[in-house]
């Protein structure tokens, strides 16, 4: 089992930057990979980016040059830095880790902070 907690989330004028956190309750060296999805209002939950145990990364198109996925291996905590936010952007933003074990692949996810850009 992993617990993710998420914060960071806010109200920002278009333009604006934020940091999203999400602490894990276990040592991310023994998770495969950390993303943070998203969901805007009315839509599906959408992959904004991943980074693996390894430290390689992977992100959406859209968020290309103005994302950043980051991981604290000492602090469990893996963050999100948002720049050049969008009204687009503006969606509940989801924590999620993957462990991949004999017996098949387990999923777990936050809570969920909610991120409002303002035009």
């Known amino acids: 089992q992993v617990q993710l907690v998420e914060s960071g989330g806010g109200l920002v004028q278009a333009g604006g930057s934020l940091r999203l956190s999400c602490a894990a309750s276990?040592?991310?060296?023994?998770?495969?990979?950390m993303a943070w999805y998203r969901q805007p209002p009315g839509k599906q939950r959408e992959l904004v980016a991943q980074i693996t145990s390894g430290g390689s990364t992977n992100y959406a198109d859209s968020m290309k040059g103005r994302f950043t996925i980051s991981r604290d291996n000492a602090q469990n905590t893996v963050y999100l830095q948002m720049n050049s936010l969008k009204p687009e952007d503006t969606a509940v933003y989801y924590c999620n880790a993957l462990v991949v074990l004999s017996g098949g692949a387990y999923n777990y996810w936050g809570q969920g902070t909610q991120v409002t850009v303002s035009s």
């Open positions: 276990k040592n991310i060296f023994s998770i495969n990979a």
